[in-house]
């Protein structure tokens, strides 16, 4: 399964920039080599989200690029997702892996060791374990866990542990050391001005960890 994780997460957002849109991040996303294409986006009702989640998936599609919902499990499905990305107040993983059968790829974002675990015994493919540092995406009621944290998790989950929160072409070498599996990256690729670029350059240093 973990090579079908693969390690460069894309997540597409357009609240920590305005000048992209969900496809054309995806679009460049896929082109500069990232593995994984997640499509997140909290402030749109379902009906508009599932019409941008068909057009990524085909964006996906054409480029053989894996590509994940974030918490729409049902649009997931409806749109031929390759997998769901839960978070910790999302649906349940059991439901998930349900709805969506045993061949979808399913993620769960946690924070500690204890929910790492936990997830990985619910079922879940891959644990996003963060925020690793401070991030600019959203706001965190919680300080950010940091590198040794990272470390203690990714030397117990049995499941490919991807790093999330504020991780860039800067510390990205840094995350990779502690044994991760991979990143998530959003700001890094999604605020740059050459997503596409951004992407290839993150790609190089993931592939060197």
Not at 88 to 105: N, P, T, V, W
Not at 154 to 166: E, F, L, N, S
Request: with cysteine; aromatic share 4%.
């Amino acid at each position: 399964m973990a090579a079908r994780i693969g390690r460069l997460h894309v997540i597409t957002d357009v609240v920590v920039q305005t000048r992209f849109t969900h496809e054309e991040l995806a679009e460049a996303a896929c082109a500069g080599g990232a593995d994984i294409v997640q499509l997140r986006d909290k402030s749109q009702p379902v009906e508009s989200f599932a019409a941008v989640a068909r057009r990524v998936a085909e964006i996906c599609r054409h480029h053989g690029v894996t590509f994940i919902v974030n918490d729409h499990v049902r649009v997931a499905r409806d749109v031929e997702a390759d997998g769901v990305h839960l978070g910790r107040r999302d649906s349940s993983i059991e439901d998930a892996r349900a709805l969506l059968g045993e061949r979808a790829i399913v993620g769960a974002s946690v924070g500690s060791l204890e929910e790492a675990l936990e997830a990985e015994a619910s079922g879940a493919d891959y644990v996003g374990f963060g925020h690793v540092f401070a991030t600019m995406s959203k706001t965190k009621p919680t300080p950010p866990v940091g590198l040794d944290a990272l470390a203690r998790v990714a030397a117990r989950a049995r499941v490919p542990v991807i790093a999330i929160g504020g991780i860039t072409e800067a510390n990205a070498a840094q995350v990779m050391e502690t044994g991760a599996w991979g990143i998530a990256v959003i700001g890094a690729v999604c605020a740059a001005d050459d997503p596409r670029a951004a992407t290839r350059r993150l790609k190089r240093i993931v592939e060197l960890g």
